[in-house]
């Protein structure tokens, strides 16, 4: 009998491994719902879900990684619940670089007000110019729109 660490992991890794083929085979997904049917989708929400939170540090940054590559905004939250929890700090700037791809303006303020707490200074400076780098192009694009 498999503990419950091990079926999660199992299950989380068995979600990647989909996801890396889909991604093998030549689908060029706008958005991870716009890949799967809705059934799908919210068991794939769930596995990104778990693999965010996982112990497994692999599992833990492909699950971050993906969240901001397929566009899966309903994990903002979930992605700055880690960044609190989160020890080690490569994952906290691919947590930071995950939010900056998904967009959302109260994700990157909840990064920027984590940014002035950090005390690693190499993650600190990282999260600190993924939010000028966002509201350097959310100035720009309000910029054009006006000419």
């Known amino acids: 009998m498999l503990t419950g660490k091990v079926q999660t992991a199992i299950k989380a890794t068995a979600l990647f491994v989909f996801v890396l083929f889909a991604a093998a085979a030549g689908t060029q997904?706008?958005?991870?719902?716009?890949m799967v049917n809705s059934k799908s989708y919210t068991t794939g929400l769930q596995n990104l879900r778990a693999g965010i939170v996982s112990d497994n540090l692999g599992v833990r940054k492909s699950a971050i990684y993906f969240a901001g590559k397929?566009?899966?905004?309903?994990?903002?939250?979930?992605?700055?619940?880690?960044?609190?929890?989160?020890s080690d700090a490569n994952s906290r700037i691919l947590i930071g670089m995950s939010i900056y791809t998904l967009g959302e303006k109260k994700g990157i303020e909840d990064l920027q007000t984590y940014a002035t707490t950090e005390k690693n200074p190499r993650v600190k400076r990282m999260l600190e110019e993924i939010c000028n780098q966002f509201n350097f192009n959310t100035s720009s694009n309000i910029v054009s729109v006006v000419e």
């Open 70 to 86: 397929y566009h899966v905004s309903e994990l903002t939250n979930d992605l700055l619940a880690q960044l609190q929890r989160e």
């Open 29 to 34: 997904a706008q958005s991870f719902k716009q």
